[in-house]
């Protein structure tokens, strides 16, 4: 195997990131920090259906006073509706854990580990759920990148960079149970699968995986439902479009078989809710919701608050990187691009808390992720002369560096979860222990 080859480099960031994982969460009691906030939420639904078949989530308040989970941990995920408790977050990301918590249960049952949901192999293997679709999302990045012709040694750089230089880090690594890391895996692999789909000239039984696969990334996040916006930008062209749609049209039944399975698949929350209140859907989340005549746009970017391009700058050079489509004549992928960012920007910066709680950087843009980086990969591609490559290439060392410190500073508080301002940024910036 060549060592441009960019599997070659995606087993090796696996390899480190098993290390770096193993290290986070799997020694002395570490494991008991893995699902925080919101993540307990995501996950309870294994252990409330298949050990303690209790779909209101009564056993929760046993299990957060057990030596199981770290007391400054805890946190009420639960909501009241008709009566009757219910998770206030969606099963999605439950469902891609599933395997991994069939593993853990089988470990748990051989060995002398409570078999309770949330004992050691448990949290382990959430650890290992998170790698896995880390992996997934990006070797479907090297199947896209390579379908746009961006060569091997700038496809290995942005594997490099993606994974260490961008907040799916954190969402890999620090934060194993939170939603970003699984979104980041299969809209990964539903955008590779939907370029393949469009670029069919005959209609293909692929509609339906994609269904079901779309049904299970909207069950992880609600607003994942956006990455069908891509379909311009994938097909290249208004000719390709007209003609994608008029063969779907000219065969009918393949189209409406996978609005079932997409409905079907959205139906296993709507079942949830139903044996637990007696309802077919609850919108579990109150008062919370989205203001659009409010939308906090440059914020979500730019804030010391949250902003995605200051705390993740990788992705702001991905952003200026579009502008080479246009300088390619790639006029309407770029416009695609430009118009696709602009739309889920204005409705993630909509949600009434923008920032979205505690979290690094702007954490609901890990899904697009290689959105930002397959334009900066063609970028370094399209670069002739060896010494605009090679300064490219260290600016982008430079920023997977600075994405680290930033890390580092977020795994201990110099960087805030949460109460970020443009004096403690300027404070603690690029240093350690000044909190």
């Not at 195997?1 to 570490?30: A, C, E, Q, S, V």
């Not at 496809?155 to 890391?181: D, K, N, Q, R």
């Not at 692999?189 to 005959?202: G, N, P, Q, S, T």
Request: proline letters at 3%; a positive charge.
């Amino acid at each position: 195997m060549r060592f441009n080859n960019p599997i070659l480099h995606l087993y090796i960031i696996l390899f480190i990131f098993l290390f770096i994982t193993t290290n986070f969460h799997w020694g002395k009691d570490n494991w008991k920090g893995v699902l925080e906030s919101d993540a307990k939420g995501y996950y309870a639904y294994l252990p409330a259906l298949f050990i303690y078949q209790d779909l209101n989530f009564k056993f929760i308040d046993r299990i957060e006073q057990s030596e199981f989970t770290s007391p400054h941990l805890r946190y009420e995920f639960r909501v009241t509706s008709h009566g009757q408790s219910l998770n206030k977050y969606f099963v999605g990301t439950s469902i891609c854990q599933l395997p991994f918590f069939g593993i853990a249960h089988g470990l748990a049952i051989l060995s002398e580990y409570p078999a309770n949901g949330y004992s050691v192999w448990y949290m382990r293997m959430v650890t290992i759920a998170a790698l896995f679709y880390c992996g997934l999302g990006l070797y479907f990045f090297i199947l896209l990148a390579r379908r746009f012709q961006m060569s091997s040694t700038v496809l290995s750089l942005m594997l490099y960079a993606i994974a260490f230089g961008t907040h799916l880090f954190v969402y890999t690594l620090v934060e194993p149970g939170m939603s970003h890391v699984y979104s980041f895996g299969l809209i990964s692999m539903f955008v590779y699968l939907l370029h393949e789909y469009l670029i069919r000239k005959k209609p293909s039984k692929m509609i339906y995986a994609l269904a079901a696969l779309l049904s299970i990334i909207v069950l992880i996040r609600p607003t994942n439902i956006l990455v069908l916006l891509l379909v311009p930008f994938l097909a290249g062209s208004i000719s390709r479009i007209i003609e994608f749609f008029k063969q779907q049209f000219k065969r009918i039944l393949p189209l409406v078989i996978s609005v079932i399975i997409f409905g079907l698949g959205l139906g296993i929350q709507a079942l949830w809710y139903k044996f637990a209140t007696g309802y077919w859907w609850i919108y579990s989340y109150g008062s919370e919701g989205f203001d659009f005549y409010n939308p906090h746009f440059i914020d979500i970017l730019f804030s010391y608050k949250k902003g995605l391009f200051l705390y993740t700058p990788m992705l702001l050079l991905g952003f200026l990187s579009t502008f080479f489509l246009w300088q390619k004549k790639e006029r309407f992928r770029f416009f695609c691009w430009i118009s696709f960012f602009t739309v889920i920007t204005y409705i993630l910066s909509s949600w009434h808390s923008w920032y979205y709680g505690g979290s690094f950087s702007s954490r609901v843009y890990v899904e697009y992720i290689p959105l930002f980086m397959l334009p900066l990969g063609l970028y370094l591609s399209s670069l002739n002369l060896s010494y605009k490559r090679t300064l490219s290439s260290i600016l982008v060392v430079l920023l997977i560096a600075m994405c680290q410190i930033q890390s580092y500073q977020y795994r201990y508080y110099d960087i805030h979860y949460s109460e970020m301002d443009k004096e403690r940024y300027w404070q603690v910036f690029l240093m350690r222990n000044k909190y």
